[in-house]
C-alpha cells in the first residue's frame, strides 16, 4: 500500500490507513441514530455458549496456557464465551468490555454458570486500568482498531506470561463485501485480520506462533428474508427505501440455498488462527 505521494507505507501504517477507510466509509452511509450508542444491541445473546463444552478447538488450545492457579485477562470479552469456561480451570478471570448488553448477558452467563471468579471491567481497553495477569487473550477484537501499536502493547505489558489472540484470516464481514457496492455505490473496504497482524507484530518488534484452528462453518441464515434483515444491518441501511430496494434486488444473485439455509454464494469457511507470544522471556 502507498500513501498519496506514492511513498510505500508500513504495515502499521497500511493498518492504521485502512481501518480508518472502512470506519469512514461505514459512517458515510451509516444513519445518525447509528453512529453512537451500543453497536452489539439485539446480537449479544448470541455470544454466549456453553461454558463446559469440549469441542471447541480454540478454548481447548487456550487452556493448554494455563493451570490451576493462573489469572485470564479477557479483552472486549464479550458474553463470556472463553472467560467463564476459562474461570473454570483458574484462579480467576477478568473480562474488559465497553458494550452495554454484552455485560448484561455476560452477568446472566455467570449466573447460569454458577462462578464466582469473573471480574468485569466496563470500559474500552484503550481506558481500562486493570493490573497484569498471567494469560492475556483478545479473541475476534482487533479488526477495527486504528491504534493498533497502542493497543497491542498495552496488552504485552498487561500479561506477565503470554498473549493470546483469536483472529480469522479475513474480517468477519469480508464475505458480504459483495454486496455493498450494489447498494452504496462503491467497492467496500475490509478490515485487516490475522496476516495484517502479524505483519504488524513483525513491525514492533514482537514475533508470535501461529495455531491454525479448525474452519468454522458460517451459520446459515434460515430464509432469504432472515438473510436480508441480518445484512441490512451489517450494510448499515438502516431503514432506507431505496438502498432496502436495491438489496432485495440484488440478493437473490448472491444468496445460494443449502439443505440447512442460505449462504452467501461462494463464500467460504472461516478460517482462523491464535497468534500467540510468551512475554516472560
Known sequence: MTSANGASLSSIETWMSRVAAHHAQSISVMDVTRRTGDFWAGFA????????????????????????ND????IGGGAGRLAIPLAMRTRSTTV???????????R??????????????ESGWEEASVEPHDLAICSHVVYGVEDITNFMQKLHDSA???????????????????????VHGDTRINLPALPELVNVLWEMDIYPDVDMMPHRRRS??????????????????????VREERLRAALPDYLEPT????VIRGSKPARQGIVHWRTDI
Open 160 to 182: 506477565r506470561s503470554r498473549v493470546a489472540i483469536v483472529s480469522y484470516m479475513e474480517s468477519p464481514q469480508a464475505h458480504l463485501a459483495a454486496l455493498w457496492e450494489p
Open 108 to 121: 446472566l452467563a455467570i449466573g447460569d454458570a454458577e462462578v464466582e471468579n469473573v471480574d468485569i471491567v
Open 45 to 68: 445473546t448470541s455470544f454466549r455458549d456453553d461454558p463446559r463444552r469440549t469441542d471447541d478447538a480454540v478454548l481447548n488450545r487456550l487452556s493448554e496456557f494455563v493451570d490451576e
Open 259 to 262: 439443505s440447512d439455509g442460505y
Open 96 to 106: 474488559v468490555e465497553p458494550s452495554d448488553s454484552m455485560v448484561n448477558e455476560l
Open 220 to 241: 446459515p441464515f434460515e430464509s432469504p428474508e432472515a438473510a436480508f434483515d441480518q445484512i441490512a444491518r451489517r450494510l448499515f441501511i438502516g431503514g432506507n427505501p
Open 71 to 74: 489469572t485470564v485477562l479477557d
